[in-house]
């Protein structure tokens, strides 16, 4: 099993305030996604990251993938309200086998 | 297009009974998955099929866990005897050969009394 811890577990801010949540391994992926999961639903993609030190952003929310492939970090700028959720991050390694992340639990307080 | 389905969406059982979950995924992807998510962790991957074969069930208690996916398209995963520690979300998940984005049906609750 290929362990991707994320930090912290649980994240409890005020709207308006910027957060950031990080996705480790000790193994190299040749992809990464993160996904946003609200209650009583399945994951819904939010974004697939390939080449190590890319960095996309997707409005408010940024990510980013490390150099070597092993970690990757989700930055939100101005939390909404509308942001709170479980976030997972989810690795496919070169055997094309995927592991999904222990979770970031958010709640943006309004 | 239609999303992927799931029934039934809740189950209550006691230990050492039977249970069976179905998915239906979104038309023409070849690649569906079962995940097992306990409540607080991540979800974690039982059996990925492509088309009606097996690609990675490493992690599938095949002691009491089975599934099948007759005909490359509907898919049904079965627990004979649950214990209580397969108190679950099930998860399903298609994704077709183009891309490795994987869409997720709304899950099954297991609950093992």
């Known amino acids: 099993t290929q362990l991707l811890e994320q930090s912290p577990q649980f994240l409890s801010i005020q709207e308006g305030e910027n957060l950031t949540v990080y996705c480790n391994s000790s193994s190299v992926f040749s992809s990464l996604q993160w996904y946003r999961q609200e209650p009583g639903e399945g994951p819904v993609l939010l974004v697939t990251v390939v080449t190590g030190g890319e960095v996309k952003k997707l409005k408010r929310l940024t990510f980013q993938f490390g150099d070597a492939r092993k970690d990757s970090s989700l930055h939100i700028t101005a939390a909404q309200t509308g942001d709170t959720g479980l976030y997972l991050c989810a690795g496919r390694n070169t055997g094309n086998q995927f592991y999904f992340g222990t979770g970031t639990s958010l709640t943006v307080i309004p | 297009e239609a999303g992927v389905a799931q029934s039934p969406r809740y189950k209550i059982i006691e230990k050492r009974q039977s249970v069976a979950f179905w998915c239906n995924p979104i038309s023409g992807h070849a690649t569906l998955y079962w995940y097992q998510q306990i409540l607080g962790q991540g979800p974690k991957l039982l059996i990925q099929f492509q088309n009606n074969g097996v690609v990675d069930d490493s992690q599938l208690p095949k002691d009491r866990f089975s599934a099948e996916r007759l005909k490359g398209v509907d898919s049904t995963l079965k627990i004979q005897p649950a214990k209580l520690e397969d108190s679950a979300v099930y998860l399903c998940?298609?994704?077709?050969?183009?891309?490795?984005?994987?869409?997720f049906g709304p899950g099954t609750r297991l609950t093992v009394l």
């Open positions: 998940a298609s994704s077709s050969q183009l891309t490795d984005t994987q869409y």
